[in-house]
């Protein structure tokens, strides 16, 4: 997908909402374990609810790949019934030598078809390149996280006073573009989004964190808005897992609206 696709999906559907396919056999309505494929049921039902609501859908690849083969399986099948004209991004964290990143682009770009994975950046440019050979395919950096152990390396300072994560951020621009990157940039830090912004603003960002994590939708539209919009924002459980019972899609479509319905007045608000 093109970065113009997608801007004209937020613009279509008044939305930059992702919602999070992060699928626990454990979660999911009892009635759905009865079928042959649980995890599909479970995701296609999600994916029916919330497609008019959602520009971008995120599978996190280790919900599947703990079930082995049937996992793959699942996410294949998953990713090929989200439409073409919808985001799907790979929640997989990839990043190695140059040859194995090569084929880990292989598996989730021509195998399983994604638009989009995410990739660490700390082995550096070589173990990020081969992602960047892929046309109308995208990197989504992790740039400025907000779980707890953040604050072990993101933020260590160097002699000139400049943080890691920063020095991220002005590095791999030099990899990608705005086309191709995005950045992972955690919800619970607005304040970082908008440093993260200072540094790289015409990409778009991924921004997890919102909802059950206690993230606020309207501080990452103020600290991380450009002209394009430029945000998605990602909202797994308090989506999917609205409701566990046999309601689950119709409670998971109230959520995604509600959520879609603060996105389209932040879109009128920015003249967007």
């Known amino acids: 997908m093109t970065r113009q696709e997608l801007i004209q999906q937020i613009r279509n559907k008044r939305s930059f909402l992702c919602v999070g396919l992060d699928t626990d056999l454990k979660r999911i309505p009892k009635h759905l374990l009865k079928t042959d494929d649980p995890i ?8 029916d609810a919330t497609l008019d609501y959602a ?9 599947y790949e703990c079930h082995g083969p049937k996992g793959w399986e699942s996410l294949k099948k998953t990713i ?11 929640d ?8 194995t990143s090569r084929y880990y682009a292989d598996a989730f770009f021509n195998y399983l078809g994604a638009d989009s994975i995410t990739v660490a950046p700390y082995m550096g440019e070589d173990s990020v390149a081969p992602f960047f050979e892929y046309e109308n395919k995208w990197v989504i950096l992790l740039a400025l996280t907000s779980n707890k152990g953040s604050l072990d ?4 300072s160097d002699g000139d006073n400049e943080e890691l994560y920063k020095k991220v951020l002005r590095r791999s621009q030099q990899w990608g573009t705005p086309e ?18 200072k540094l790289a603003p015409d990409h778009f960002f991924l921004v997890p964190g919102v909802g059950a994590q206690g993230g606020s939708l309207d501080d990452v539209a103020n600290y991380g808005w450009n002209n394009d919009c430029g945000i998605l924002v ?7 897992y609205a409701s566990e019972g046999e309601d689950f899609a119709d409670r998971a479509r109230e959520s995604a609206h509600s959520l879609q319905q603060e996105m389209e007045r932040i879109l009128h608000e920015k003249k967007f």
């Open 40 to 47: 599909f049921e479970f995701n296609k039902a999600i994916i």
């Open 55 to 63: 520009v971008a859908y995120k599978p996190n690849i280790a919900f």
């Open 80 to 90: 090929d019934y989200i439409p073409p004209d919808t985001f799907t991004i790979a």
């Open 92 to 99: 997989a964290k990839r990043g190695d030598i140059g040859n």
């Open 153 to 156: 390396f993101q933020f260590i």
């Open 180 to 197: 191709n990157l995005m950045y992972v940039v955690g919800a619970t830090r607005a304040e970082g989004i908008g440093e993260v912004r």
């Open 234 to 240: 990602n909202s797994s459980r308090g989506i999917i």
